[in-house]
């Protein structure tokens, strides 16, 4: 995937400064070690902009105003929904971050995508198997509703954009931009989102 292409053009760049390797190489030796298979295609090796950027200062601090222009052009790639409808089925929003199929050498190309959310973030209760390098999502919605039914409209297109490209707001990080990279549909967007902001949901209600 684009993210460990990332990581390891970082750390091969960094180590092949001192022997006088450029970063073309090192991106070419990773390239040359990488065959096609299934969906799994070379042009996953390619990154945006945005990536080689990131490459470029991940041994040290990315400037402010560097990630501040990373961030907006981020940013103006989300697509809001264009019935103004951000909320689906929280029951398929689970079903959703708890798969982490889909993209994988072995999967179909028409196939349905998983979000894998699980694997960085806590989301219900209920679930007690889930990673740590994101932040809790448990009683997201709730916590962010200040005591009434619903959430902000504020926080409801935030948590879209969020989701849809995760650069527009921390430009490298390593969430998957779920809806700018079409890793999920709109429809499946909208069963996460219920998941984390609809009152029904077990994120909110347990």
Not at 41 to 63: F, G, H, I
Not at 90 to 105: H, M, P, S, T, V
Not at 195 to 205: A, C, E, F, Q
Request: hydrophobic share 35%.
């Amino acid at each position: 995937m684009k993210i460990l292409l990332l990581t390891s053009c970082a750390l091969l760049a960094s180590c092949a400064t001192d022997r006088g390797i450029t970063t073309e190489e090192s991106t070419a030796t990773i390239k040359a070690s990488f065959a096609e298979r299934g969906i799994a295609k070379l042009d996953r090796l390619n990154q945006s902009d945005l990536q080689k950027t990131c490459s470029e200062y991940a041994d040290r601090e990315l400037p402010k105003t560097v990630a501040a222009r990373l961030e907006k052009e981020a940013l103006e790639t989300v697509k809001y929904p264009a019935n103004d409808q951000y909320l689906g089925d929280w029951k398929e929003g689970e079903k959703i971050a708890q798969n982490g199929r889909g993209l994988q050498f072995s999967d179909s190309a028409t196939g349905p995508n998983g979000g894998n959310c699980y694997a960085c973030h806590q989301i219900q209760k209920a679930e007690i198997s889930y990673g740590t390098i994101g932040p809790s999502l448990y009683q997201y919605g709730k916590l962010r509703s200040g005591g009434a039914q619903q959430a902000p409209e504020a926080i409801v297109k935030y948590t879209w954009a969020k989701l849809w490209n995760s650069h527009a707001f921390a430009a490298c990080t390593q969430m998957p931009r779920y809806g700018a990279a079409a890793i999920l549909t709109e429809q499946q967007l909208k069963h996460v989102m219920a998941l984390l902001l609809d009152p029904k949901s077990p994120v909110n209600t347990q």
